[in-house]
């Protein structure tokens, strides 16, 4: 199985700061044929089920505020915040679906105001 | 606008077996662009996916479930259902139904989630 491995567990930001969550694939997700990155990730509120955030390591989902932003190839991918706004407050995941239909999610990473 | 509403009990015994169904609405399960899933959460073990199931029938399940697990559609009904015989303590966790984009599945609507407790 392909394990993602996301850093920080935990992280608090003050509002309007930068946040930046890391995820470390164990194997590589770029598909040469296409060029593309098997990597998503997803916002998760108290309560709530996830929310797809962003497709292929850095495609926004329609919807989403352009201060959320993927990037990263290969099997290292980062998740940032530009400026934090009190509603980002959640855990957030990435999903592999390189190895699909077996896709894997990270252990998650708990957003919080500082 | 899609929504999936999930229904089934939320205890159930050691040794029995769990069954949850996903109704379907503002969309058709036999839409060939997605696949349904069931993924389950849990503190220990972070999300994990269960298994999917296309509008052919085709189904595809984790391996380390693949002995206990069947999904199936009910297309009349506009639902799909996940059936985990022999459950223990370990099955404890919070399942979400959830609908797959279909050739690189990420999971683009959820179900509310039902927390399911497997106690005597």
């Known amino acids: 199985d392909i394990v993602l491995t996301q850093s920080p567990d935990s992280l608090a930001v003050s509002l309007g700061e930068r946040a930046t969550i890391n995820c470390k694939s164990s194997?590589?997700?770029?598909?040469?044929?296409?060029?593309?990155?098997?990597l998503a990730w997803y916002q998760q509120k108290p309560g709530q089920p996830p929310k797809l955030l962003i497709s292929?390591?850095?495609t926004r989902e329609s919807g989403v505020p352009d201060r959320f932003s993927g990037s990263g190839s290969g099997t290292d991918f980062t998740l940032t915040i530009s400026s934090l706004q009190a509603e980002d407050v959640a855990v957030y995941f990435c999903q592999q679906y390189y190895s699909t239909p077996l896709y894997t999610f990270g252990q998650g990473t708990k957003l919080e105001i500082k | 606008q899609l929504q999936l509403q999930q229904s089934g009990p939320r205890l159930v015994k050691p040794s029995e077996t769990l069954s949850l169904t996903c109704s379907v609405s503002g969309g058709s399960i036999s839409d060939n662009n997605y696949c349904w899933g069931w993924i389950r959460q849990s503190p220990g073990k972070g999300m994990e996916w269960i298994g999917n199931?296309?509008?052919?029938?085709?189904?595809y399940y984790n391996p380390s479930l693949k002995s206990r697990v069947t999904i199936f559609l009910d297309k009349p009904k506009n639902q799909f259902s996940l059936k985990l015989t022999s459950v223990t303590a370990a099955d404890t966790a919070e399942y979400f139904c959830a609908r797959e984009i279909g050739g690189a599945p990420r999971i683009d609507s959820w179900g509310q989630g039902t927390l399911v407790t497997v106690s005597s």
């Open positions: 199931i296309y509008h052919s029938g085709s189904t």
């Open positions: 292929w390591a850095s």
């Open positions: 194997q590589n997700i770029l598909y040469g044929a296409n060029d593309k990155n098997y």
